[in-house]
């Protein structure tokens, strides 16, 4: 008898633009909405955007430390955000949610921009913390915009660890992570099926110079579908969109299969929800010929690979 697929609904709520002057209460609220659709289009998971209960504000420098600080998060789930675990766990819907967060060790306080992944029943079950900070550490008068996530994030501490969850492996990274290949490799050698991730991306005017307009969304579709079809996994990537605060932010949220296609994309610059049903099953056919990493990259003769996820790079027989 051949055994069903293992498809895992999934949504990607795309965010429009969260003022400065919004709350985290009435931010939460848009996040519920969006859940509860979510859970009405019988997804078993939805995906919120990087920094997802604030306007994105290393585009701002601040001078005093307690106007940066009340962007972080010092608990989650905390007074406001509480809600969202709570709603989950009565829908039986999973959620990854992107925020900044600040930890308070025997070094002082550090702050990381985070996502999470947390289970049907409203329990937290993963934690990234973003590696690859874009942007600049020093305050740039000229700038119309700054991006400051090198002065107001520590770099990320955890790796790229997946999850044994949703009946399948699933891995996390957050925005300029998706431009680099090893993030992608280093949970591919881990056998991942779906990544999820959630960006803050200017659709003008980038932290690193003059671009053409019309080059973000390319290298955003480029970087996600090649980290998906080279490493044989589902990649949801998350935006926060539209006219923020004056800046504009690149939207095209998507849902790309292993084979590197688009199967689902959003068409708006607001509170948008896309939705695909995503077979991980369909991720053996790549990890087994194409990207088998063991049998193609030879790593006991050359010392490429120290460690994969099984003989083949599939997903561990539990």
Known sequence: MVEPNRVLTVGAAQLGPIALSETRAQVVNRLLHMMTRAHERRCDLVVFPELALTSFFPRWHFDKA??????????????????????AAELGIGFCLGFAEMVDDADGAKRFNTSILVDK???????????????????????????LEKAYFDVGDLGFPVWRAFDGIVGMCICNDRRWPETYRMMGL?????????????????????????????????????????????????????????????????????????????????DELIVADCDLDACNHYKSTVFN?????????????????????????E
Not at 66 to 84: N, V, Y
Not at 121 to 147: C, M, S
Not at 242 to 266: F, K, N, Y
């Open 66 to 87: 307690e106007d940066i600080d009340r962007f972080f998060e010092k608990s989650m789930p905390g007074p406001e955000t509480r809600l969202l675990f709570e709603r």
């Open 293 to 317: 990493f063991v049998e193609h990259r030879q790593p006991d003769k050359y010392g490429l690979i120290t460690e994969t996820a099984g003989s083949s790079g599939r997903r561990d027989q």
């Open 190 to 270: 881990q056998g991942v099926e779906l990544i999820v991730l959630g960006y803050n991306t200017p659709a003008t005017e980038p932290p690193w110079g003059f671009e053409p307009t019309h080059l973000a969304a390319l290298h955003n579709n480029l970087s996600m579908q090649s980290g998906a079809y080279q490493n044989a996994t589902w990649v949801v990537g998350v935006a926060k969109a539209g006219r923020e605060e004056g800046c504009d932010m690149l939207g095209g949220s998507a849902i790309i299969a292993p084979t590197g296609e688009i199967v689902a994309q959003a068409r708006t610059l607001d």
């Open 121 to 147: 029943t409203g329990v937290e079950i993963g934690r990234y913390r973003k590696v690859h900070l874009p942007g600049h550490a020093d305050y740039k008068p000229a700038r119309k915009w700054q991006h």
